[in-house]
């Protein structure tokens, strides 16, 4: 049995693209920093996350504690923007509804959030900033045209591209569900 999976990814068991060693660096090197932001949208940021760098997901750890509204009010979802060095590296859409019913946010509540972000690939430009690297950054990158694709520089058998379009075609399908899910909370 292999310690990687088929494209290269440090969990056999999972199937996922890994990050090339040059983007994992590059969130290492900003974790390091200390430079990632969160901001929840309307609510406020967080200056200190807890991160934790794999080598497909980026973990963010924090508590948030609120400061308005004195009235406790019900809340859907957040929506979740990630900095780093002051860039938006990262948005997305979180459900906040618990037994089907929303949070309610009030002054002086204090939640501890988990964050996890599966990372297709991070913009070269960031990540050329951040580590002085050259040439192509990303296993997703076409070596052609420098644009991000679904088989990018790999070099993969024909059932390794049929596995990549199924994985990929199942992860659409949970990141829609997930927004019907915020969507279904916020009539």
């Known amino acids: 049995m292999s310690d ?7 969990n056999p068991k999972g199937l996922y693209v890994p990050m090339s060693d040059v983007e994992q660096e590059t969130l290492m090197v900003l974790s390091q920093r200390q430079a990632f932001r969160v901001h929840i949208v309307d609510w406020g940021w967080h200056n ?7 080598d497909h997901r980026l973990s963010i750890q924090f508590t948030m504690t609120f400061n308005k509204p004195e009235v406790p009010q019900p809340c859907y979802y957040f ?4 900095y780093a060095a002051g860039i938006k590296v990262f948005q997305e859409r979180q459900a906040l509804v618990y037994g089907g019913q ?8 204090q939640i501890t959030l988990a964050w996890d972000i599966a990372i297709a690939h991070i913009d070269p430009k960031l990540v050329k900033a951040v580590t002085g690297a050259t040439g192509l950054t990303s296993r997703l990158q076409d070596k052609d045209t420098g644009a991000m694709t679904l088989f990018g520089n790999m070099s993969l058998s024909n059932s390794d591209r049929e596995a990549m379009v199924k994985m990929r075609h199942s ?16 009539k």
Do not use: T
Not at 79 to 82: E, F, S, T
Not at 178 to 183: A, D, G, H, L, W
């Open 171 to 186: 992860e659409s399908l949970i990141r829609l569900d997930n927004q019907n899910s915020v969507k279904k909370f916020k």
């Open 4 to 10: 990687k999976n088929r494209f290269g990814g440090l």
């Open 79 to 82: 929506d979740l923007q990630l």
């Open 48 to 54: 200190a996350p807890q991160i934790i760098v794999g």
């Open 102 to 109: 929303p949070q309610m946010i009030g002054a002086g509540l």
